[in-house]
């Protein structure tokens, strides 16, 4: 094993595109690139329980409510072939506008470690509430929550902390002003 090894798998999770794409950058087979980035890969996936931590939310503690940031994070896939109607609709992402999984990420508010990873799930079939009242909603302890974005606000306060959407938060005459304003400025 190399150290450009390890790059190799790096560009392979980063790139979602074919493996001969892959293998132009470093100048090799796609034998060579796939033996050598898969190794990767599955040595990287192997730390996950090691730096992974659920427990490392508590670092940095200030005994305040929320102790993560959760949100899903849509990734491309490659859609259902041939095309099914029913079968891609599950799939389908609203973030790209294509097939794709999503996983659901909390981070530690304090010190900004990834605590906590549930997925894949079918994009189309599972929006960020539903994975979330399958998964971390049971880990939390008991008066503890979580800091989301508005599409969580649906959900119980007991459990989530939901920003409402910038836009709601001020007076749509202020809006106009200060967009006109930053206009005027512009031409200055």
């Not at 560009?11 to 493996?19: D, G, Q």
Request: net charge neutral; hydrophobic share 35%; charged share 25%.
């Amino acid at each position: 094993m190399a150290p450009e090894h390890l790059l190799w798998g790096l560009l392979f999770l980063k790139h979602y595109s074919v493996e001969t794409l892959h293998a132009t950058v470093p100048g090799v087979s796609v034998d060579t690139f796939r033996k050598w980035a898969w190794i990767f890969v599955y040595q990287i996936s192997y730390l996950e329980e090691e730096v992974i931590v659920w427990s490392n939310r508590y670092k940095g503690d200030t005994h305040e409510d929320c102790m993560v940031s959760v949100d899903g994070v849509d990734c491309r896939i490659n859609g259902p072939s041939p095309y099914h109607e029913e079968l891609s609709r599950q799939w389908y992402s609203y973030k790209f506008k294509g097939a794709g999984v999503r996983y659901e990420i909390a981070v530690s508010i304090k010190a900004g470690h990834i605590v906590w990873i549930n997925g894949p799930y079918p994009c189309g079939s599972y929006p960020d509430t539903r994975i979330f009242k399958l998964g971390i909603m049971h880990y939390l302890d008991p008066g503890e929550r979580v800091e989301a974005d508005a599409g969580y606000k649906s959900l119980d306060p007991q459990y989530v902390k939901a920003r409402t959407r910038f836009s709601q938060q001020l007076d749509p005459v202020q809006v106009k002003k200060s967009k006109l304003q930053y206009v005027q400025g512009m031409k200055l």
